[in-house]
């Protein structure tokens, strides 16, 4: 399961997101992690929560996010959920072909291996493709 939160900046997405990952941590039976640009969320979100800081790794590319998110999982199959903060922040990529090709190998990852994905994207939902509009929540 995808499921992408994307309105435009400053409409209040990451404390939307916040909610959610403080909520996974009580529902999900296993390690939720949450992946942004900085350590902004730090002091919100839950101290169980794998909080991983994006600009210390080099990820200048949708396909070493992929790589990414594979070699989390498998260094920890117990990951549930993971959550994105800002996706066009953590991979310097905003067109919308990319970013929908990207959603859909998260979604067959997800299926896959049975976890679940929600991310953020900063933008106008409406200037977006089909299939990304797909994944709105």
């Known amino acids: 399961m995808v499921k992408v939160i994307m ?3 400053g409409s209040g997405k990451t404390k939307q997101l916040i909610e959610m990952i403080n909520s996974a941590v009580l ?4 390690n939720v992690v949450c992946i942004e640009w900085d350590r902004e969320l730090v002091y919100d979100i839950h101290y169980h929560i794998r909080l991983i800081e994006a600009s210390d790794f080099y990820l200048p590319s949708f396909e ?3 790589g990414f998110i594979s070699g ?3 260094g920890n199959y117990d990951i549930t959920h993971i959550f994105v903060d800002n996706l066009s922040k953590v991979v310097p990529c905003k067109d ?3 970013i929908e090709e990207f959603l859909d190998w998260m979604d067959r990852f997800s299926t896959a291996n049975g976890l679940k994905f929600t991310i953020t994207i900063s933008a106008d939902a409406e200037s977006m493709t089909d ?3 797909k994944y709105l929540n």
């Open 64 to 66: 070493a996010m992929k």
């Open 131 to 133: 299939g990304i509009k």
């Open 7 to 9: 309105e435009p900046k």
């Open 96 to 98: 919308p072909a990319q």
């Open 27 to 30: 529902t999900e039976h296993g």
């Open 72 to 74: 989390l999982y498998a």
